[in-house]
């Protein structure tokens, strides 16, 4: 089997969110290792996903995503660098669009001279954070105090805040703070957010601030932090899912229109700075960016 290592969301070889790919070769009967065998695969990789990809004789793709701790259905990065490498491997055959069988949904791909774009799972919100005490639990395992953080105080004229649970695929607590001051300040009591995690039934928290007016001037719409520590995650560089989430969250509360393109910022405090474009028309939502393959090689399984 095939292995690469590529960097999702960036142009630049150590930028972005890295990925391990792994490309099977065969029938869907006999293609798939054992789900503990690709399990162990992503932990010993170590990458917060690893995409195990087997191209279909119709054209299209099956992927399965894992953590170092257990399968997802979706992960947006590592279907930005999957697809990065089916193109440079000559594996995507004609102009496209192309689909890609998950377990969030059979979902279509396009591949474009700037990169991949991924449609991503029809979002949902499934349900919002209003009362004070579980306002004042969440911004405190996030390592703030609620009553100087977004909460219900809008961080941009008429744009209500509070925390929803919003999922493209996975489901995050999408957390507003006012500023990127109190977004670098951020500091999570890991095995707290597991808990509180496991209990609201999300993947983790997408934490964000809007752009400064400047900034928006400028194309930027939001600078993004997320944590997933349930899933052997304390934080991504870039997360697919959770900014197509982010989008669908502005767009609900009135920031951005039925139709509407957004660049969200994520990774800037790892040092990892990663640039992902959505595009929203109703609720169909796309996100994509490039990718920058680091490694490849053979890996026996």
Partial sequence: MKLFIADAFTETLFG?????IVLLEGSEATAWPSEETMIKTAAELRYSETAFCLPLADGSFRTRYFTPAAEVDLCGHA????????KREGLLKGKGPFINHTLAGDLEIRATENGILMEMADPKIDGE???????????????????????GVPVHPGLPAYPKMVSTGLLDI??????????????????????????YGVVGVHAFCLAPEGEQRDGVTAHARNFAPL?????EAATGTSNGALTYYLQSIGFLGETAD???????????????????????IMVGGGAVILAEGEIHI
């Fill in 231 to 235: 899933y052997d995650i304390d934080e």
């Fill in 79 to 86: 279907t930005i660098a999957t697809f990065t490498v089916l």
């Fill in 129 to 151: 954070i209003t009362k004070k005490e579980a306002l004042e639990e969440l911004y405190g395992v996030m390592g703030l105090k609620y009553a100087s953080s977004a909460g």
């Fill in 262 to 284: 957004a660049c969200i910022i994520q990774g800037e405090k790892m040092g990892r700075p990663s640039t992902i474009r959505t595009h929203i028309e109703g609720k169909k």
């Fill in 16 to 20: 972005g969110n890295p990925a391990g």
């Fill in 174 to 199: 999408m957390m507003p703070v006012k500023d990127a001051a109190e977004l670098d300040a951020i500091t999570p009591d890991f095995p707290a957010l597991s808990k509180l995690s496991e209990r």
